[in-house]
């Protein structure tokens, strides 16, 4: 298996651009999770999804992010209009429930 | 409401000796305890996981790590530190009632020749 998979790796970007990151979970995990990471703040638990269904999405930070999960493959997170503030590393991960998370590698997000 | 905590941002062992990265939890029911660690522009790898059974709980790459009730722990220990074990340390808590799983703040492990 090739473990969870995300892109782009970088992404670099000028404030008010849009900007979407993608994910592919390993097959067969019923839950994906997507989490932002800052010098500032620590891993930060943005959204979940449990059978492609949104179970929380308390730690979303604003209506500028969004996230889908259309099928059990393939989800996305997007920032738009993108700010400064957004520049982060994202990372999604996947798991069974009660089981662990299997992270990606991240996107490393920067808007100018 | 679930919570986790580290206590150190910074553990300083030198190679050989044993190392400790503290963990204290909070949690309604039964936790579901996680070690995570995150090398340099990486993400985070599953290191070992306490869900029910033996207290004592062996991982990956010689750690384990020791669940205690009373105390609210899940310390992580190896017990000769090696150079390249240097790295951000996560602690993670769940509950039976979901999957979602709340990390502590990390702690850098600093393994010094």
């Known amino acids: 298996d090739a473990g969870v998979i995300q892109s782009p790796r970088h992404e670099v970007t000028e404030m008010g651009q849009e900007v979407t990151l993608r994910c592919k979970p390993i097959s067969g995990h019923n839950s994906l999770f997507w989490y932002r990471q800052t010098m500032m703040r620590g891993l930060e638990l943005l959204i979940y999804?449990?059978?492609?269904?949104?179970?929380?999405d308390s730690g979303m930070p604003e209506d500028r992010f969004s996230a889908k999960m259309p099928n059990a493959s393939f989800s996305t997170l997007k920032i738009q209009p993108s700010e400064p503030r957004d520049s982060a590393v994202y990372f999604c991960?996947?798991?069974?429930?009660?089981?662990?998370?299997?992270f990606g590698p991240g996107t490393r997000l920067t808007v100018l | 409401a679930q919570s986790v905590a580290q206590p150190e941002d910074q553990v300083n062992v030198a190679e050989g000796n044993p190392l400790t990265v503290k963990c204290t939890y909070s949690?309604?029911?039964?936790?579901?305890l996680f070690w995570y660690v995150q090398y340099p522009n990486r993400g985070l790898q599953f290191l070992l996981k306490?869900?029910?059974?033996?207290?004592l709980v062996k991982g990956s790459y010689g750690f384990e790590a020791e669940f205690n009730k009373s105390q609210t722990s899940f310390h992580l220990k190896k017990p000769s530190a090696l150079v390249s074990d240097s790295a951000l340390y996560f602690c993670a808590v769940g509950s039976s009632n979901t999957g979602k799983l709340i990390f502590g703040q990390g702690t850098t492990l600093q393994v010094k020749p």
């Open positions: 949690v309604s029911g039964n936790p579901y």
């Open positions: 306490y869900i029910t059974g033996d207290n």
């Open positions: 999804f449990n059978n492609n269904v949104p179970i929380d």
């Open positions: 991960a996947s798991s069974n429930v009660y089981n662990e998370q299997f």
